[in-house]
């Protein structure tokens, strides 16, 4: 069976590449010499070949050349050839070369009214000849019927085939659409994963050090020690910042395998004590953390979206609030996490539409939450962001 594949195959590939017009003469020129045997070394009774049967036969080869180009008109003109073989007893073939052909041809292309009414013509036509010929056999019924509708059943299997193709090529097609679709979609979720990320890093590591900056000139001749905690401080943040910045980047993918080291891990809600810490210190914001329900388990780009969420609601408070205190509540419940950043601000208004806060609604929803911003109940300014456990997060995403 594979040797047999092994040559089959690649005849019918060259075939379907071929001109089209230079295969159907082949089998036009074909059809006309299986025709003319019987009358090239015909049978004892049987009738010589005359110059009209010759034409009549050449009449029901030649329009096969453009069988797939007109295959309805291709068939009525073999189906009057044949008849008026018949009917003049040119004679007639043994075998209806031609007949096959547009039968075949007529399946495979043909519409359904043109199919049907040209298979019922050739089984009329086959049975009217051999009732008015002299000495019908009742196998020759039987071989012609049989031949006819085997060529008509081959038709309408290569059809199927080719429908059925065609619409695996067009799933294929859609298919690869989708992936490029769902690659760009990716793509554009993971740049602006990172641009979020690096404007929360950039700008709470700014901040940081433009609060202590401004606080090192005032204290640098007159408390030395200070001023060197200051700077200390600011080196430190930037520090950080560009070590986070590295890791966003994979900057440092290469260094790692030559060294073998891990790389950090994102920040998770077990680094905000630290965070909380690191602002009180560095801006003399008094920043209070209280938790309250009992902590359970959420996904690692949920912890990075809590993370960031109070990132960047303490970079906005030190940056535009003209704040004394800050107060980041963890409200945890069977169906998630509530983060709530209040600050008693008096500063200028802050607007709720600023990339920060776009962003922190990004990752909000990304994770199947959400977050608002706004004023206070008693003044200052509140940041709400909730996001949902793993079950409810599949849920809010569908």
Same mark, same amino acid.
């Given at each position: 069976m594979s040797a047999a594949r092994s040559w089959y195959a690649p005849v019918v590939t060259r075939l379907r590449t071929t001109n089209p017009y230079v295969v159907d003469s082949a089998l036009a020129v074909l059809v006309l010499f299986a025709a003319s045997l019987q009358w090239m070394f015909p049978d004892e009774g049987d009738d010589r070949l005359t110059l009209a049967g010759w034409l009549l036969g050449a009449a029901t080869a030649v329009p096969l050349v453009w069988r797939r180009r007109f295959?309805?008109?291709?068939a009525v003109a073999v189906s009057v050839a044949t008849t008026a073989m018949a009917y003049y007893h040119a004679p007639p073939p043994d075998v209806l070369y031609g007949g096959l052909v547009v039968l075949y041809t007529m399946a495979a292309q043909g519409l359904p009214w043109q199919r049907r009414s040209m298979l019922a013509g050739w089984l009329l036509g086959a049975v009217l000849t051999m009732q008015h010929k002299e000495h019908s056999e009742p196998f020759e019924y039987a071989f012609h019927i049989t031949g006819m509708i085997c060529a008509y059943g081959l038709g309408g299997l290569a059809r199927l085939q080719r429908a059925y193709t065609a619409a695996v090529e067009d799933r294929a097609r859609r298919l690869e659409r989708e992936r490029a679709a769902e690659t760009a979609r990716a793509i554009a979720q993971e740049r602006s994963r990172i641009a979020r990320d690096m404007h929360d890093i950039l700008a709470h590591a700014v901040s940081l050090m433009v609060v202590q900056a401004e606080a090192g000139p005032v204290v640098v001749r007159?408390?030395?020690a200070r001023a060197e905690a200051v700077f200390d401080a600011i080196a430190a943040s930037g520090r950080d910042a560009m070590t986070q910045l590295?890791?966003? /980047?994979?900057? !440092?993918?290469?260094?790692?395998?030559?060294?073998?080291?891990?790389?950090?891990?994102?920040?998770? /809600?077990?680094? !905000?004590?630290?965070l909380v810490r690191q602002v009180a210190e560095s801006t003399g914001l008094r920043v209070e953390l209280s938790v309250h329900g009992r902590p359970r388990p959420l996904p690692p780009d949920?912890?990075?979206?809590?993370?960031?969420?109070?990132?960047?609601?303490l970079t906005n408070t030190v940056k535009h609030a003209y704040a004394s205190c800050a107060q980041v509540e963890l409200d945890w419940a069977e169906d998630g996490l509530t983060l709530t950043v209040t600050d008693d601000g008096r500063g200028p208004a802050r607007t709720e539409g600023g990339h920060g806060l776009i962003g922190l609604r990004e990752r909000a929803a990304a994770c199947g939450g959400g977050a608002e911003a706004g004023p206070g109940p008693e003044g200052g300014f509140r940041v709400v962001v909730r996001l949902p456990a793993s079950a409810d997060r599949e849920a809010a995403l569908g």
């Amino acid at each position: 069976m594979s040797a047999a594949r092994s040559w089959y195959a690649p005849v019918v590939t060259r075939l379907r590449t071929t001109n089209p017009y230079v295969v159907d003469s082949a089998l036009a020129v074909l059809v006309l010499f299986a025709a003319s045997l019987q009358w090239m070394f015909p049978d004892e009774g049987d009738d010589r070949l005359t110059l009209a049967g010759w034409l009549l036969g050449a009449a029901t080869a030649v329009p096969l050349v453009w069988r797939r180009r007109f295959p309805y008109s291709c068939a009525v003109a073999v189906s009057v050839a044949t008849t008026a073989m018949a009917y003049y007893h040119a004679p007639p073939p043994d075998v209806l070369y031609g007949g096959l052909v547009v039968l075949y041809t007529m399946a495979a292309q043909g519409l359904p009214w043109q199919r049907r009414s040209m298979l019922a013509g050739w089984l009329l036509g086959a049975v009217l000849t051999m009732q008015h010929k002299e000495h019908s056999e009742p196998f020759e019924y039987a071989f012609h019927i049989t031949g006819m509708i085997c060529a008509y059943g081959l038709g309408g299997l290569a059809r199927l085939q080719r429908a059925y193709t065609a619409a695996v090529e067009d799933r294929a097609r859609r298919l690869e659409r989708e992936r490029a679709a769902e690659t760009a979609r990716a793509i554009a979720q993971e740049r602006s994963r990172i641009a979020r990320d690096m404007h929360d890093i950039l700008a709470h590591a700014v901040s940081l050090m433009v609060v202590q900056a401004e606080a090192g000139p005032v204290v640098v001749r007159s408390d030395p020690a200070r001023a060197e905690a200051v700077f200390d401080a600011i080196a430190a943040s930037g520090r950080d910042a560009m070590t986070q910045l590295r890791r966003i /980047l994979g900057v !440092l993918k290469e260094e790692e395998r030559r060294s073998g080291g891990a790389r950090v891990p994102q920040p998770d /809600l077990a680094g !905000l004590p630290d965070l909380v810490r690191q602002v009180a210190e560095s801006t003399g914001l008094r920043v209070e953390l209280s938790v309250h329900g009992r902590p359970r388990p959420l996904p690692p780009d949920t912890e990075v979206a809590a993370y960031r969420a109070v990132q960047e609601a303490l970079t906005n408070t030190v940056k535009h609030a003209y704040a004394s205190c800050a107060q980041v509540e963890l409200d945890w419940a069977e169906d998630g996490l509530t983060l709530t950043v209040t600050d008693d601000g008096r500063g200028p208004a802050r607007t709720e539409g600023g990339h920060g806060l776009i962003g922190l609604r990004e990752r909000a929803a990304a994770c199947g939450g959400g977050a608002e911003a706004g004023p206070g109940p008693e003044g200052g300014f509140r940041v709400v962001v909730r996001l949902p456990a793993s079950a409810d997060r599949e849920a809010a995403l569908g």
